[in-house]
């Protein structure tokens, strides 16, 4: 079967060209900004602006649940996690280089307790300094704890300041803020494919699998049939308000 060929209305066109530009601009001064910040709040804030101008989350997304509180009861430990965003863990640090080990130290922590606290959600965790920031996913021993976290997926601003459309698509893949944009081979493989944060989220090779083959066979069907290419936003909604099986079972 021929890869699917995506076809863009001029509407469609101007619209994905003008957020792409926008996050360009918006990157000429957010990131020496960033870098000069010189507190964990200051680098706070600033991202938060950055992401409610260039990526549409609202403050109160991120502000509302800062400085959450979280508590693990295996390993007697209290603290609170930067900002929690949907499956998202997000730790701030002034220079990730140098407090990258500190940083992790505390993504384990929070991986712990929200595993204690909703043992049926999989989180992941980010480490940033606002820009350059570093994913990861916690691995548990069959107790339940944590026993280590892996990196799973990296991004630097300044490095790929010449890339927006990356660093647009980047952030899009784990914040689901975009629908402006039209679904693209490399959109879909960043959002669904084994590297992607749904695999992350998934921690199964084989339901990751299903869910890209389920939104190729969607792609397909609305290509062949004139109707409109699906979000990869929605089908994932979809999926996590469903459950994965109950869309499979709907297939039949």
Known sequence: MSPTKYLL????MSAQIGEVEKLSKELITYIP??????????KEILFASFAERVLG?????????????????LWLVKGRVDAVFGNLLIEFKVDLDKELDDAK????????????????????????????????????????AVQSIEQIDSLDLEKEQSHPEKIFLWFDSYLYVSEKIVPTTD??????????????????????????????ELVEDAAKSGK???????VYEGIVKKGWESVKRSRK
Do not use: C
């Not at 992941?124 to 606002?130: L, S």
């Open 187 to 216: 959109d879909h493989r960043r959002r669904f494919g084994v590297e992607s944060p749904t695999f992350a989220f998934m921690l199964d090779e084989e339901v990751a699998k299903e869910i890209e083959s389920h939104f190729r």
């Open 9 to 12: 209305t001029g509407d469609e």
């Open 105 to 144: 130290d505390e993504l384990k922590k929070y991986f712990q307790s929200f595993k204690e606290k909703f043992p049926s959600t999989h989180y992941v965790g980010i480490a940033t300094d606002g820009t350059r920031f570093r994913v990861f996913k916690p691995v548990f021993n069959a107790k339940g």
């Open 33 to 42: 900004n960033a870098q000069k910040a010189k507190s964990q709040p200051a």
């Open 228 to 234: 409109p290419i699906p979000k990869q936003s929605n």
């Open 57 to 73: 989350v609202r403050p109160e997304e991120f502000s509302e649940k800062m400085e959450t509180p979280v508590a693990s009861k």
